[in-house]
T-cell receptor, first 115, second 114 residues
Framework: DQQVKQNSPSLSVQEGRISILNCDYT??????FLWYKKYPAEGPTFLISISSIKDKNEDGRFTVFLNKSAKHLSLHIVPSQPGDSAVYFCAASAHSGAGSYQLTFGKGTKLSVIP | GAGVSQSPSNKVTEKGKDVELRCDPI?????LYWYRQRLGQGLEFLIY????????KSGLPSDRFSAERTGESVSTLTIQRTQQEDSAVYLC????????????FGPGTRLTVL
């Protein structure tokens, strides 16, 4: 069963407009959520995160919103730039009894920003 | 370099052979994770090391998979008797002891089993 779901495999947005990437989760034990960005042939790079005690976190052009009751989070990028074109992964973690903060990832959304 | 490095970047092997993948974490990072990403899928957790604690092996898909880490340095992931379904990109990540949620990823090793 997929505990983190990104239902849109791809998204195209015009340069300068807002990009909204969505993510849903099913495991209520998740208490920390992250977005990673991945370019081809590179490892994912951390973008922004949010703790379950917050409902919004902003960092420059990137804002993550968390709706715990709906088990939904979203990443807003505004304004979108061509360099933002990449695959975006939503990830979640819950501190396990073994001490690990293993991340559970969605399948990713490929964002294309059109100049 | 200051980032996580992995070798080889690509590995093609025949079904039934053993392979060994290497990860060099960021210096000073005590936590190390292995993930794999199969085509069209998200990253799947495999194993976690933290200092000298017993590793969390809960994500290893079968007993053909094993991993070792020497202290807080290099880790190797070994896959014995490889199968075609093992074909994937294997990613290593490390993080500082007290910032476990932000993991820094290496570029991955693309494994192809023929």
């Amino acid at each position: 069963d997929q505990q983190v779901k990104q239902n849109s495999p791809s998204l195209s947005v015009q340069e300068g407009r807002i990009s909204i990437l969505n993510c849903d989760y099913t495991n209520s034990m998740f208490d920390y959520f992250l977005w990673y960005k991945k370019y081809p042939a590179e490892g994912p790079t951390f973008l922004i995160s949010i703790s379950s005690i917050k409902d919004k976190n902003e960092d420059g052009r990137f804002t993550v919103f968390l709706n715990k009751s709906a088990k939904h989070l979203s990443l807003h990028i505004v304004p979108s730039q061509p360099g933002d074109s990449a695959v975006y992964f939503c990830a979640a973690s819950a501190h396990s009894g073994a001490g690990s903060y293993q991340l559970t990832f969605g399948k990713g959304t490929k964002l294309s920003v059109i100049p | 370099g200051a980032g996580v490095s992995q070798s080889p970047s690509n590995k093609v092997t025949e079904k039934g052979k053993d392979v060994e993948l290497r990860c060099d974490p960021i210096s000073g990072h005590t936590a190390l994770y292995w993930y794999r990403q199969r085509l069209g899928q998200g990253l799947e957790f495999l194993i976690y090391f933290q200092g000298n604690s017993a590793p969390d092996k809960s994500g290893l898909p079968s007993d053909r998979f094993s991993a070792e880490r020497t202290g807080e340095s290099v880790s190797t992931l070994t896959i014995q008797r490889t199968q075609q379904e093992d074909s994937a990109v294997y990613l290593c990540a490390s993080s500082p002891a007290f910032a476990d949620n932000e993991q820094f990823f290496g570029p991955g090793t693309r494994l192809t089993v023929l």
